[in-house]
């Protein structure tokens, strides 16, 4: 009898503290979710007032729908005082697109070398490549100008290509995704590739034919990751474009919100970096599921 009871209070004790880890874990989410969530929430709000709404207390939490000015988005976007965000976004797809396919060209190809092929001295080259991750982006931007001002991509006279290829060209290789590939390259059983090699199959067609495949998840939410770096990207497009304001991105379209005739509407300026946004978040909620699964099959194994 004793032994059922103390059987039972261990149960008991648990459970206990499985309810109170998950209480714990619960509460500590839905912090961090408010804390995501209201700024959103307020850039929503605030896009929809009126300069009259902004200063009243009984619209500071919520809005009635008959009382949203959605004309807000429309003036923000196609008003005269405003940035050619149209032209602006355009812009940023073809360097998303152009970026990210070098992008993951460069990642598979080096990500298949580290993980499957045998050469010399490829575990010291790989670690001297993952030390670079810890050099601070910002420290590449003085040679990276150098480098594409002496190709003639930048100045007075930099054409529409040249500065596609000078925003594009210099990011098309990520040391992060290529660690990122290699680990679910490195999950991929040998005995694969040696059965491959039997048969007579290159490399590169094991690559392409195999590997490739089998990586689908992970090359997705590489895609992905990119592009949403390309759109949010401000410093490096800025710097290039400084003398071609038409070439800019979208974020540096933001920017120029800031200092223009809406530099006092904070209603417009919310509805310039909602319609910024909103193609960002409509592709990540569409595509999670590739991204969840990109992740865990890239850290299950080292």
Known sequence: MSANNNSY????????KKIVRNIFLYSMLSLFAVFIIVPFYW???TSLKTSEQLE????????????????????AIFSAEAPPFLRYMVN????AAISTVGTILTTVLSA???ARLNFKFKELFFLLLIMTMM????????????TVNQLGWVGGGQTYTEALMAMSIPFMTSIFYIFFLRQTFKQVPNEL?????VDGTTDFKYLWKVMVPIAKPTIITITILNAMGTWNAYIWPQLITARQPLHRLVSNGLREVASSEFVNETNLQMAAAFMVTLPILI???????QIMRGVSRSGIKG
């Not at 590739?193 to 090699?197: E, T």
């Open 193 to 197: 590739y040696y059965a491959a090699k």
């Open 283 to 289: 592709i990540f909620f569409i595509l999670k599921k």
């Open 56 to 75: 009243s207390v009984d619209t500071l939490l919520w809005l009635r729908f008959s009382d949203m000015q959605w004309g807000n988005y429309r003036q």
């Open 112 to 114: 298949f070398a580290f």
């Open 135 to 146: 050099i601070p982006g910002e420290m590449f931007v003085i040679t990276n100008f150098i």
């Open 9 to 16: 209070e261990t149960q008991r004790q648990i459970r206990t």
């Open 92 to 95: 940023t797809v073809v360097v």
């Open 43 to 45: 850039m929503i709000l």
